[in-house]
């Protein structure tokens, strides 16, 4: 049954990938047909002399972002990798560990921690191993470990439903294209104001039970305490810092014409991160295109695709490749250590 399940969900997985690559394909290649050279080229040729003109169209895309662009862009990778640092220090600072463990030390274990787990998928089956065995050398146990794995994602997720609802209460038209990939979304402005109105609810809510020290929530083994109100101060801050510091990799290297603004982009990133985590696709791919393509329709699609490569680089790949290295360093000292 367990083998059933797993084959069930991966299949459902890989069907997500390929349709949304399929819709990516379509939607560039309408875009090159435009012009007149190029409509004729996709016409006489086949597959793989469509996918070397989209190619082509892309690449000129991405040298056409400026330098400024980029190094606007490289500063927003660091910020958001410093906020997710910033994440693992409150969830100390909640199990009053903070003054035990150093800041480089935690900026590198998070560090690993999100460029393995955002490219490898399952990020908090993949971020608590890492976790684990990195707090674990500290002197943290493992039911602490998991508190904080816990505190971080849902710091993260804290940080995503409180810029959502912002984003649907000010723009709330932003869900109206995604409604031709999925029907459901076909809602009316006023009600998803209201839906963005109750997200902000919610986050209200938890703050104040913070502060009014509401007593804990507690389900079967399960038991929910309010963090203390500096901890929640600091979760206000972090997240959204952080999401907006990614979304704002993407933004920076946009081209000026057709460019909807920061927080039509900062919602699409939201709703495209949110399904890529969901559907727990490595990095998102192919569910981030699909719904950036439908929310950024003023945008030419490989300007789209070319700014979503930059910030595949900057914030999954490049990370990743540097992180390799640290868990090597880091598994060949604990090696040593008892040598010394």
């Known amino acids: 049954m367990q083998h059933a399940k797993k084959a069930l969900w991966l299949t459902g997985v890989g069907l997500v990938i390929a349709w949304s690559l399929w819709l990516l394909y379509a939607k560039l290649r309408g875009e090159v047909a435009a012009d007149p050279v190029a409509k004729e080229l996709l016409a006489s040729g086949g597959f793989w002399i469509s996918l070397k003109i989209i190619a082509e169209s892309i690449g000129r895309s991405i040298g056409n972002v400026s330098a400024g662009g980029y190094a606007l862009a490289a500063v927003s990778a660091l910020l958001a990798y410093v906020a997710l640092a910033w994440y693992d220090r409150i969830a100390l600072l909640h199990l009053n560990r903070q003054h035990e463990i150093s800041w480089p030390f935690i900026a590198s274990c998070s560090f690993v921690t999100y460029a393995l787990g955002h490219n490898l998928g399952a990020s908090v089956l993949s971020g608590g191993l890492v976790r684990l065995r990195a707090y674990g050398a500290c002197g943290l146990s493992a039911g602490e470990v998991a508190i904080l794995v816990a505190l971080c994602s849902f710091t993260f997720a804290y940080g995503s439903v409180l810029l959502t609802g912002f984003v649907f209460v000010v723009q709330p038209e932003i869900v109206q294209p995604l409604a031709a990939m999925i029907p459901k979304l076909d809602l009316p402005a006023s009600l998803v104001q209201i839906i963005g109105a109750a997200m902000l609810g919610l986050c209200a809510l938890y703050v104040l039970g913070s502060w ?34 990614a979304a704002g990799i993407i933004y920076f290297v946009l081209p000026e014409t057709g460019n909807p603004g920061f927080i039509t ?10 399904a890529g985590l969901l559907s727990q696709t490595p990095g998102g791919i192919g569910v981030m295109e699909a719904v950036f393509l439908a929310v950024l329709n003023t945008v030419a ?31 060949r000292a604990q090696f040593r250590r008892p040598e010394q």
């Open 212 to 245: 009014r020290h509401f007593k804990p929530f507690h389900f079967r083994s399960v038991h929910i305490v309010y963090p203390r109100l500096p901890v929640v101060a600091r979760q206000l801050m972090a997240a959204p810092l952080e999401l907006i510091a």
């Open 265 to 274: 982009v900062l919602g699409a990133f939201l709703l495209s991160f949110s």
């Open 301 to 331: 699609p490989s300007d789209v695709i070319a700014a979503l490569l930059i910030w595949r680089l900057m914030y999954l790949l490049i990370p990743l490749a540097i992180s390799l290295p640290l868990v090597v360093a880091f598994e």
